[in-house]
Each structure stands twice: as structure tokens, then as C-alpha cells.
Nanobody, 115 residues
């Protein structure tokens, strides 16, 4: 069974950095397509970064140049480095994968950014 668990959320100030981590199990991280989504307060969940199977990273326009997604095969995790934090980065961040035709989500981790 695939399991995703996010960690690393918390409070940060504008201009600072945070690193989120998604621990994975039950899948082959070397070939799985992985993604990070976020859900700002009162808004819909949105894709911020993803790694395709065997491909490079992709980023949404609002985070391009500030977010970096990493695949760590040794520790079976996918990290999201967030630099130059902005208040609009506030939200719950979710890890996602689609494995063997099924979607899997982690429980999420909250990021709060103040001015």
C-alpha cells in the first residue's frame, strides 16, 4: 500500500525559507511521478511542482524560481525547498502520486508565512 507523509511545515517570515519533505513507501520512487500541491485558505488545491516519471521538474508560474522539488532515492522522499517566502505561499501543502492507476495523497502540512 502506498503511503505518503509530509513534514517540515510551520511558520516563516516573508523572504525566508522552508523545506518540506514527503516520506514515501509502497512505490518505486525512481519511476513514480510525484507532485506537491497546496491549498490556500478558502481556495482550491493547486499544483505547485511536479516530477514526471524519468523527467525533469515543472513549476507553476507563481512559484517558479523560488521553489525546487527534489527526488531523494536514498531516503525514499521528495522534498520541496521554498525560498523567498511570500504571504501568499500560506496554505496546506500536500504530496501526491498516481501509482498503478490510483491517486494517493498525504495528510498535508501547514505553512504559514507572515509579513
Amino acid at each position: 500500500q502506498v503511503r505518503l507523509v509530509e513534514s517540515g511545515g510551520g511558520s516563516g517570515q516573508a523572504g525566508g525559507s522552508l523545506r518540506l519533505s514527503c516520506a514515501t513507501s509502497g512505490l518505486n520512487l525512481k519511476i513514480a511521478a510525484m507532485a506537491w500541491y497546496r491549498q490556500p485558505p478558502g481556495k482550491q488545491r493547486e499544483l505547485v511542482a511536479n516530477l514526471t516519471s524519468g523527467g525533469g521538474p515543472n513549476y507553476s508560474d507563481p512559484v517558479k524560481g523560488r521553489f525546487t522539488i527534489y527526488r531523494d532515492w536514498k531516503w525514499n522522499k521528495v522534498d520541496l525547498q521554498i525560498d523567498s517566502l511570500k504571504p501568499e505561499d500560506t496554505g496546506v501543502y500536500y504530496c501526491h502520486t498516481r501509482w498503478r492507476s490510483r491517486d494517493f495523497w498525504g495528510p498535508g502540512t501547514l505553512v504559514t508565512v507572515s509579513e
